[in-house]
Every structure is written in C-alpha cells, then in structure tokens.
C-alpha cells in the first residue's frame, strides 16, 4: 500500500457481510477514516472491531476540508474515505477530494465493491451491454427536461431516487414514457425486507398506490425501442 495517499473504500449497502478482506484491511492500517456520517460508520467499523480515528467529511464541509486534507496528505498521513454505504463518488461525496489528491500528485486508490445500482440493473431482466447512470434526477430545474431526454434514450437508465419521492417520480415516467414502458424498483437491497418489482409503469404504479415506500430505491428503466 506504499505511495497511496488517498483509499476509497466501499462499504456494505445493507449486509454487513458484503465487504472485502481488503477493505479491512485498509481500514486497520490507515491514519485516519473519513466518514459521511461517523456515528452510521462506527457501527460498521465495530462490528470489525476496527478501531481507527474517524473524521466526519460530507457534503456540506467537503470543500472547506479538501485543502487542509491535502497538506495532511503532503506530510504523510494515509487517509481512506468511506460513504453511508456504497461507494464513496456515486451520488456521494468523493468525486472533489480524489480530483485535488491526483493534481497534488498523490497516489489514489479505490478498492472494487458494493454499489447499489448494478444489483439492481441485473435483477430488472433489462439490456446491461449499454446502459446510462443518471443518479438522482434534479428536484426542480431542469427535472422536466431531463425526464424529456431520458423518455428518447435507447439505453437502459438507472436512477437513484429518495423514497419519499418514489410516488412522484413514477407519476412523472408515465407522463413522459407511457404508461406501458418497463421499469424495475428496487428497495432495500441485501436487507432483510429487499423487494424488487418489474413491471409496466402504469403496474408499478399499482403496486406502490396503497402504501408507505421506505429504504433505499433504485429506479431502472427499458431504454426506448425504436
């Protein structure tokens, strides 16, 4: 592990189980942890019983630790950056902090892992040769506009989507894509109560109409047949 500054690590999207020797051991042998949410990574970190300083680095205070990060680094402290769950860089923070390691001239590393998108684009039974990962879609501008663009695309789609927004998003692929273009939800993959439904979207509108979406969603989409 000589010469790497920088680990990205991903960590299990639900089952404990899901993560490799190699992240544990990275995770045992570097300096400090930087983590989405400490108190959610600790539970990880001890079920591991790894006991490494953790420090909290997300969203809302990326840009102003990116430097100070750096100069860490510059002196020779190895850091490795973890998410919620997942991995760190799709639709969560890491993308800034590895650019500025690389143009520091320090080395990278990221380990292979979970990521919740790919189990839930194999399950769907839908084309995987070519498909488009567009994460979450924007809330507001320019949500209209991609939805447009996504409705002509001939490649399978796959989105992020917060439950809460789940009843919403599908409303609107109906408006956009018909009511009879295939789309597969997954929720809670690798957790006890992991559920995926394929169907029309007219369907998976049914499916979902009387009741409370919880966990985490992933939204994958029939690319448009020509």
Do not use: W
């Amino acid at each position: 592990m000589s010469g790497t500054a920088l680990y990205i690590v991903p960590t299990p999207i639900g089952n404990l189980a899901d993560i490799t020797f190699r992240a544990l051991d990275v995770l045992k042998s570097v300096d400090i942890i930087l983590a989405e949410d400490t108190r959610t990574s600790r539970v990880l970190l001890n079920h591991y019983n790894i006991e490494r300083p953790l420090q909290s680095y997300h969203i809302f205070n990326e840009h102003q630790a990116v430097t100070r990060l750096i100069d860490r680094m510059k002196q020779g402290e190895r850091f490795a950056l973890i998410s919620d769950a997942g991995t760190p860089g799709i639709s969560d923070p890491g993308f800034l902090l590895v650019r500025e390691t690389l143009k520091a001239g320090l080395g990278v590393d990221c380990l292979p892992g979970p990521t919740a998108f790919i189990p839930a684009l194999i399950k769907s039974g839908f084309p995987t040769d070519r498909f488009v990962f567009e994460g979450f879609l924007p809330h507001k501008k320019g949500r209209q506009t991609a939805l447009k663009q996504l409705a002509q695309e001939p490649r399978t789609i796959v989105l992020y989507e917060s439950p809460h927004r789940l009843k919403k998003l599908i409303e609107e692929l109906r408006e956009h894509l018909g009511a009879d273009r295939m789309i597969s939800v997954s929720r809670e993959l690798t957790k006890r109560f992991e559920e995926t439904i394929t169907g029309s979207v007219a369907e998976v509108q049914a499916s979902f109409a009387d009741r409370e979406v919880k966990g985490e969603i992933v939204v994958v989409i029939h690319g448009q047949e020509n």
